[in-house]
Nanobody
Framework: QVQLVESGGGLVQPGESLRLSCVAS????????LAWYRQAPGKQRELVAS???????NYPDSVEGRFTISRDNTKNEVYLQMNSLKPEDTAAYYC??????????WGQGTQVTVSS
């Protein structure tokens, strides 16, 4: 059974940092491209960071320079370091894994709230 389990969310003040983690089980982790998405209430789910099998990363302009995605294939984990958080970063954050053969998996999400 494949599982992606996120952790690390919480309530922080603007300007603070959080580090999200996602641990995968049931897949050959190194074969998968990974990503973090987020979804705020009433909005569509959006990509915030991706990393492919060889470590190439990609970010939208909204988080470029503030968020960093990384992976540890020895631990089956992907991370999202989020710095200089803003209220508009408030959302549920989801881990996503995709293999070139088409299999995709989602985690259950972890809530990030940025508020003073």
């Amino acid at each position: 059974q494949v599982q992606l389990v996120e952790s690390g969310g919480g309530l922080v003040q603007p300007g603070e940092s959080l580090r999200l983690s996602c641990v995968a089980s049931g897949i050959v982790f190194r074969f998968y491209a990974l990503a973090w998405y987020r979804q705020a209430p009433g909005k569509q789910r959006e990509l915030v960071a991706s990393i492919n099998q060889v470590g190439t990363t990609n970010y939208p302009d909204s988080v470029e320079g503030r968020f960093t995605i990384s992976r540890d294939n020895t631990k089956n984990e992907v991370y999202l370091q989020m710095n200089s958080l803003k209220p508009e970063d408030t959302a549920a954050y989801y881990c996503y894994a995709k293999r070139s053969t088409g299999e995709t998996y989602w985690g259950q999400g972890t809530q990030v709230t940025v508020s003073s």
